[in-house]
């Protein structure tokens, strides 16, 4: 069945410094969609990449969809404590109705 | 806006109870999931619905049960509690499948112990 892994699992980084989480499907996607979960909240929707080699910035967040759209990546430009979380990636096989989540990363921001 | 409500919020269950967990949204979505997360895990889909009267598994549906009679409600019940169903339960909703573009909103989620 499909899989979405994500790494790392964890990251801890000083305020300041830059993130990156990456997002690897086994099988090619039609679309990626981004989630931020703050500790103790539900996930709350960032972003969607659609296209093969797609980039999308929000503020000090970038996001590029892989040329063969079976891989994503989110980076983070000088981290704030703000940014602290776990991100998700969730993406879907062309044809499948199910929407899979990846095993997310946890974002620690040291001040 | 009220968006996408879940009750109850907290839940501890003995072992074979059942329960219902009961979601509803405001937005007029067409489309709701459930998820369970379990600690420091990602989301699995339970059941999803695409409009009222069809329903349809996802990737755990097992020891689970979903109806959706109306646009707004889509209750999850499980029969028979488990030990393994100790998680916490997310129900989302959006206007269409994630291919056309449209996110899912969740609600604040269900904490359910069954002991």
């Known amino acids: 069945g499909q899989q979405v892994m994500q790494i790392p699992q964890y990251q801890h980084v000083q305020e300041g410094e830059d993130f990156t989480t990456y997002c690897n499907s086994s099988t090619t996607l039609s679309n990626i969609q981004w989630y931020k979960q703050r500790p103790g909240g539900h996930p709350v929707f960032l972003i969607q990449l659609v296209k093969s080699g797609e980039v999308k910035k929000q503020k000090r967040l970038t996001f590029q969809f892989g040329e063969a759209k079976k891989n994503s990546s989110l980076h983070i430009t000088a981290t704030q404590t703000t940014d602290v979380g776990t991100y998700f990636c969730?993406?879907?096989?062309?044809?499948?109705?199910?929407?899979?989540f990846g095993t997310g990363t946890r974002l620690t921001v040291i001040p | 806006n009220a968006g996408v409500t879940q009750t109850p919020k907290f839940r501890i269950l003995k072992i074979g109870q059942s329960m219902t967990l009961q979601c509803t949204q405001d937005m007029n979505h067409n489309y709701m999931y459930w998820y369970r997360q379990d600690p420091g895990m990602g989301l699995k889909l339970i059941y999803y619905s695409v409009g009222a009267g069809i329903t349809d598994k996802g990737e755990v549906p097992n020891g689970y049960n979903v109806s959706r009679s109306t646009t707004e409600d889509f209750p999850l019940r499980l029969e028979l509690a488990a030990p393994s169903q100790t998680s916490v339960y997310f129900c989302a909703s959006s206007y269409s499948w994630a291919t056309s573009n449209q996110p899912q909103h969740f609600g604040d989620g269900t904490r359910l112990s069954i002991l």
């Open positions: 969730a993406g879907d096989q062309t044809g499948a109705n199910n929407l899979f």
